[in-house]
């Protein structure tokens, strides 16, 4: 069955150090996600992209980067520069642009936990 | 300003009680509106959607929401609650203009035996 996989699903860093969180999809989808999700907050937008090699900041993007050299994978990097990186992060991928009566479709999150 | 609101950040229900969970929307156009439930530690899963057409969308799970263009509001619903219904709620909506998802702060369901 085509999918969204989240890896790893916990993930402890240090202060300090760059971490990557990896989202990979099989769905043929354009256009894949990522939020950031915090207790009460709802999930907020980090970085999306819908298109191979094009991505934009979404509202939250200070402190993170991300790559899409290829249409399955959507990695991102949570640099040494975002002060609260403590969070559950979350993949999500669309089929493009259009009418898409489909919706998201969500990985099962990386727990993100700085020590 | 776009915005999703949910007014309600915790509801407590006995088990085989009716559920409404609110949504209200500001943007410029009726968006896509979306449910999703989310388990602890897990994704989102999707429960329904509405696009255009009956107000009345039925999803997964027996739940249902209702769009009111009127009132600017998506509200889930369910007739009788089961134990396993226990988790987060989101609403969602996405701009006819682009495809950005955007979500309410979410509703926690605490279901009581």
């Known amino acids: 069955d085509g999918g969204i996989t989240q890896s790893p699903k916990y993930l402890f860093r240090k202060e300090g150090q760059n971490v990557t969180l990896s989202c990979e999809q099989n769905l043929n989808h354009d256009a894949m996600y990522w939020y950031r999700q915090d207790p009460g907050q709802g999930l907020r937008l980090i970085y999306y992209s819908q298109i191979v090699n094009d991505f934009q900041k979404g509202d939250i993007a200070e402190g993170y980067s991300v790559s899409r050299e290829k249409k399955e994978s959507f990695p991102l990097t949570v640099t040494s520069a975002q002060k609260n990186p403590t969070a559950f992060y979350l993949c999500?991928?669309?089929?493009?642009?259009?009418?898409?009566?489909?919706?998201?479709?969500f990985g099962s999150g990386t727990r993100l936990t700085v020590v | 300003a776009q915005s999703v609101t949910q007014p309600d950040i915790h509801i407590t229900v006995s088990e085989g009680a009716s559920l409404e969970l609110r949504c209200n929307y500001s943007?410029?156009?009726?968006?896509?509106l979306f449910w999703y439930v989310q388990s602890p530690g897990q994704g989102l899963q999707l429960l329904l959607k509405y696009f255009s057409g009956d107000t009345l969308v039925q999803g997964i799970k027996g739940f249902e929401a209702e769009f009111k263009r009127s009132q600017s509001s998506f509200n889930l619903r369910k007739p009788s609650v089961h134990w396993s219904d226990a988790a987060e709620y989101f609403c969602?909506?996405?701009?006819?203009?682009?495809?950005?998802?955007?979500f309410g702060a979410g509703t926690r369901l605490t279901v009581k035996p």
């Open positions: 969602a909506v996405v701009s006819l203009y682009n495809n950005d998802m955007r």
């Open positions: 943007y410029g156009a009726t968006p896509y």
């Open positions: 999500a991928s669309h089929r493009g642009t259009g009418d898409d009566k489909r919706g998201y479709t």
